[in-house]
């Protein structure tokens, strides 16, 4: 029979209140603890310090205490319930009382006992071959199968880092976290609604990401669904004027000098007209190969896998112009992979305020902006950009820039009447 640890000085060996009496049991990792019968059920109580024993032992004992008054009273079928009620129980090794909250626990969740069985059945079936796992373990699945998919760094670094915060926030089982909670961390960010709402379409990604992979039950609404998605009031996508690109277009075909820092960005210039006078995305021009410029067909063929869909983009007039020097190249036609900072640079050295998120893809916005004021052809305009039709009444319809818009497609790298820019040296890439 193995020997009983000795109790710790000061400690009682039994802790008595009335007739009840609990001898008191020394652990090896330092705790005490208590054994009594409920039934025929053994349960042990463990404390750290004698007083959290004792409270616990006095809670108990009065329990005993009232039972016992109680089964005084007791019927014959009062008897028979609660033995019955105690061996169904003895499997689990659950008390009668814990049972009984479990139970009000539970019904309180599903909105009456009479519901208990069918959410548990509902759960396991939905759910039955959900995998644990914190929400960190989550987020990082979730962005290297973003990275594996080949989005661009562009999307995938901002989603990233604010993934990542999101999961020092609620470092828990990912199953756990609760809309109210995302709701009362987003709220309480120091950032404006657009901001919010983008953070909360990231929160809704992954949680539809988790769901389809095994880390939600199939077929329910996520959590982060249910969060409200601020009403953010529409603006006028920030452009560029004609004036304006004409600097950034000077500036990028400036040679190197290393004397002042200045690095060579005349392979940037496809980069910028293709924007401005194609109207891509950013994400779009960085998957873009030479090999996608249809020089005969005089389009540009931008892939299915891009947010807009497949389509084919017409080459104006005045972007083969920009383009031809390049006619001869092969691979990527922007070899930057921030082409954001190449775009800081260049604004900088013009003077322009292009950097941050206001200017996200302005040189796109720029490219509808200026085609509906000039074409008044929406439909024509949505082919060529993938916007629908209502998108560019709401957003692109501004008919008083149709002068500037005639300035801006009339911009030709060889015509004279709007840049003065050196002939380039182009090699082959």
């Not at 769901?211 to 953010?232: F, H, S």
């Not at 603006?235 to 075909?253: F, N």
């Not at 149709?402 to 002939?423: C, I």
């Given at each position: 029979?193995?020997?009983?640890?000795?109790?710790?000085?000061?400690?009682?060996?039994?802790?008595?209140?009335?007739?009840?009496?609990?001898d008191?049991?020394?652990?090896?990792?330092?705790?005490?603890?208590?054994?009594?019968?409920?039934?025929?059920?053994?349960?042990?109580?463990k404390?750290?310090?004698?007083?959290?024993?004792?409270?616990?032992?006095?809670?108990?004992?009065t329990a005993?205490?009232?039972?016992?008054?109680?089964?005084?009273?007791?019927?014959?079928?009062?008897?028979?319930?609660?033995?019955s009620?105690?061996?169904?129980?003895?499997?689990?090794?659950?008390?009668?009382?814990?049972?009984?909250?479990?139970?009000?626990?539970?019904?309180?969740?599903?909105?009456?006992?009479?519901?208990?069985?069918?959410?548990?059945?509902?759960?396991?079936?939905a759910?039955?071959d959900t995998?644990?796992?914190?929400?960190?373990?989550?987020?990082?699945?979730f962005?290297?199968?973003?990275?594996?998919?080949?989005?661009?760094?562009?999307?995938?670094?901002?989603?990233?880092?604010d993934?990542?915060k999101?999961?020092?926030?609620?470092?828990?089982?990912?199953a756990?976290?609760?809309?109210?909670?995302?709701?009362?961390?987003?709220?309480?960010?120091p950032?404006?609604l657009?901001?919010?709402?983008?953070?909360?379409?990231?929160?809704?990604?992954?949680?539809?990401?988790?769901?389809?992979?095994?880390?939600?039950?199939?077929?329910?609404?996520?959590?982060?669904?249910?969060?409200?998605r601020?009403?953010?009031?529409r603006?006028?996508?920030?452009?560029?004027?004609?004036?304006?690109?004409?600097?950034?277009?000077?500036?990028?075909?400036?040679?190197?000098?290393p004397k002042?820092?200045?690095?060579?960005?005349t392979?940037?210039?496809?980069?910028?007209?293709?924007?401005?006078?194609?109207?891509?995305?950013?994400s779009?021009?960085?998957?873009?190969?030479?090999?996608?410029?249809?020089?005969?067909?005089?389009?540009?063929?931008?892939?299915e896998?891009?947010?807009?869909?497949?389509?084919?983009?017409?080459?104006?007039p005045?972007?083969?112009?920009?383009?031809a020097?390049?006619?001869?190249?092969?691979?990527?036609?922007?070899?930057?992979?921030?082409p954001?900072?190449?775009?800081?640079?260049?604004?900088?050295?013009?003077?322009?305020?292009?950097?941050?998120?206001?200017?996200?893809?302005?040189?796109?916005?720029?490219?509808?902006t200026?085609?509906?004021?000039?074409?008044k052809?929406?439909?024509?305009?949505?082919?060529?950009?993938?916007?629908?039709?209502?998108?560019?009444?709401?957003?692109?319809?501004?008919a008083s820039?149709?002068?500037?818009g005639?300035?801006?497609?009339?911009?030709?790298?060889d015509?004279?009447?709007?840049?003065q820019?050196?002939?380039l040296?182009?090699?082959?890439?």
């Amino acid at each position: 029979m193995k020997e009983r640890l000795p109790l710790p000085k000061g400690v009682p060996r039994t802790l008595r209140f009335e007739s009840v009496c609990f001898d008191v049991i020394p652990l090896g990792d330092g705790r005490l603890a208590f054994a009594y019968y409920q039934g025929k059920l053994r349960v042990v109580v463990k404390r750290r310090t004698i007083d959290e024993l004792r409270e616990e032992a006095e809670r108990i004992a009065t329990a005993i205490l009232n039972a016992d008054t109680a089964a005084k009273s007791m019927t014959a079928d009062d008897s028979r319930i609660f033995v019955s009620a105690t061996e169904t129980l003895a499997p689990f090794k659950v008390p009668l009382d814990a049972a009984a909250r479990i139970l009000r626990d539970a019904a309180q969740l599903v909105g009456g006992v009479e519901r208990v069985v069918e959410a548990c059945r509902f759960f396991n079936s939905a759910g039955a071959d959900t995998r644990a796992a914190t929400t960190a373990v989550v987020v990082a699945a979730f962005i290297r199968d973003l990275s594996a998919s080949g989005v661009t760094q562009l999307y995938l670094k901002p989603m990233e880092a604010d993934l990542k915060k999101f999961a020092e926030k609620f470092p828990s089982m990912f199953a756990a976290v609760r809309a109210t909670e995302m709701s009362d961390w987003l709220r309480d960010m120091p950032v404006g609604l657009r901001r919010r709402r983008n953070l909360r379409d990231k929160l809704v990604a992954l949680f539809n990401w988790a769901r389809d992979n095994g880390y939600l039950p199939d077929g329910l609404r996520t959590e982060a669904e249910k969060i409200k998605r601020p009403n953010v009031k529409r603006k006028a996508p920030a452009i560029y004027t004609p004036e304006e690109l004409d600097l950034l277009l000077v500036q990028a075909a400036q040679p190197a000098d290393p004397k002042i820092g200045r690095a060579d960005y005349t392979d940037f210039i496809p980069f910028i007209t293709i924007g401005a006078f194609a109207g891509l995305r950013v994400s779009e021009i960085q998957a873009l190969e030479w090999k996608h410029v249809h020089w005969k067909d005089g389009v540009i063929e931008v892939g299915e896998e891009h947010k807009t869909g497949y389509r084919l983009v017409p080459i104006q007039p005045n972007l083969m112009s920009w383009l031809a020097p390049y006619r001869e190249h092969m691979g990527k036609v922007c070899k930057q992979v921030r082409p954001d900072h190449v775009m800081r640079r260049l604004g900088d050295r013009a003077g322009l305020p292009v950097g941050g998120r206001r200017y996200n893809n302005a040189l796109r916005h720029s490219f509808v902006t200026y085609r509906v004021a000039v074409t008044k052809n929406m439909p024509l305009v949505s082919g060529e950009s993938g916007h629908s039709v209502a998108e560019l009444r709401k957003s692109y319809n501004r008919a008083s820039l149709e002068s500037a818009g005639t300035k801006w497609f009339s911009m030709s790298r060889d015509a004279g009447n709007v840049l003065q820019m050196p002939l380039l040296s182009m090699k082959r890439g």
